[in-house]
């Protein structure tokens, strides 16, 4: 009997699963494969790698242009600081004004008031004054109160005189009974070519400097009463007439 349960305790033990040894790994389930993924990953290198090439290949057909900084009033040259470098993506039917033309573009004028932001072509300059015959540009520096509020360039004025000469003017064609031609313009009709902000802290702060493209014969009055600070500038409508004296607002 007690050798029966010493047998029967021996095949327990040995029905036991047995424990893997010391240093000996647990079998693990094989890797799956996913070859979509590594195809999408080859994919998205070879998408990079061209994209760069195509950023090359495009920054290789800029060029070096001009871009106009500072507005050009119609007739007036290029200035170093009216311009800057900016690079454009080269087009053979675009005329563009290279940067290494600099040079040559100065001693060309503007055919018509260019805008800030406009990138330099050779349609917007030609030799001489580039004004129509008998036209000149004269400079003003205006008071608040001698001109409308949103004057710009293209729009037509008309130029008074004002302060102490035109009073005076007015007194003496009272006393002549000339009054009516006291009250005339210095300029009948004149277009604005340029309206640049004073610069802060220059000696013209508070005030605003415009250009305006007047007849020859007209410039030599307006000019000087320009220069005592006595000119004030009336918008005219489009297609409109100059009408009575005004202080320009």
């Known amino acids: 009997m007690k050798i029966q349960e010493r047998a029967g305790g021996g095949n327990n033990r040995a029905s ?3 424990q893997p ?15 979509a993924l590594a195809a999408l990953a080859v994919l998205l290198i070879l998408v990079g790698a061209l994209g760069a090439t195509v950023l090359v290949l495009r920054a290789g057909d800029r060029i070096s242009a001009i871009k106009i900084e500072k507005e050009i009033p119609v007739g007036a040259a290029v200035t170093d600081d009216a311009v ?25 004028k503007a055919k018509y008031t260019i805008p800030k932001g406009a990138v330099a072509v050779g349609e917007m300059f030609a ?20 001109y409308p509020s949103g004057l710009k360039p293209g ?37 604005i070519a340029l309206v640049r902000e004073a610069e802060e ?43 009575g ?5």
């Open 127 to 146: 030799e001489g004054t580039g004004l129509p015959e008998g036209k000149v540009n004269v400079g003003l520096s205006l008071k608040e109160g001698q």
């Open 201 to 243: 802290g220059s000696v013209s702060s508070g005030t605003l400097p415009v250009t305006v493209t007047v007849d020859k014969a007209v410039a030599g009055p307006l000019a000087q009463a320009a220069n005592a600070g006595e000119v004030a500038l009336v918008r005219l409508p489009a297609g409109g007439a100059a009408g």
């Open 16 to 18: 036991a699963p047995a």
């Open 84 to 108: 800057t470098e900016v690079l454009v993506a080269a087009d053979e039917s675009v005329h563009y004004v290279e940067w290494s033309q600099l040079a040559s573009l100065k001693k060309l």
């Open 155 to 191: 729009d037509t004025v008309t130029a008074y005189r004002v302060g102490d000469a035109a009073a005076k003017s007015r007194n003496d064609g009272a006393e002549t009974g000339s009054g009516s031609a006291a009250g005339a313009p210095l300029v009948e009709s004149a277009q």
């Open 21 to 35: 040894g010391a240093g000996e790994r647990l079998p693990t389930p094989p890797r799956e494969r996913k070859p």
């Open 245 to 249: 004296a005004s202080d320009g607002n």
